[in-house]
């Protein structure tokens, strides 16, 4: 495996593991997040396992979570 960056595919991220929330489902609509380095989070799109990762640091990806769950986001869902 090369070294992790941004947009590589992600099923050659070998060497980590992916985790996707609870509440996704059983068909593979979820996002997926992986450690990537002491700092960094990859996130993917299970539908498209070979697609690209993002790599996000912990407080971008903290910075996310925090308006996702103030809601900010709550109008991208309907």
């Known amino acids: 495996m090369s070294q992790i ?4 595919a992600a099923d050659e991220m070998t060497s980590v593991r992916w ?3 609870s509440a996704s489902d059983a068909m593979n609509d979820c996002v997926e ?6 700092n960094e989070i990859a996130m ?3 539908r498209f396992p070979a ?5 996000f640091t912990c407080s971008e990806i ?4 925090d308006g996702a769950t103030k809601g900010e986001f709550d109008g991208m869902t309907v």
Not at 5 to 8: P, S, V
Not at 51 to 55: E, F, M, S, V, Y
Not at 62 to 65: D, E, K, P, S
């Open 51 to 55: 697609g690209p990762a993002l790599i």
């Open 62 to 65: 903290a910075a996310f979570v």
């Open 5 to 8: 960056h941004n947009g590589m």
């Open 44 to 46: 993917r799109n299970s």
């Open 19 to 21: 985790v996707k929330a």
């Open 33 to 38: 997040l992986a450690r990537v380095g002491e």
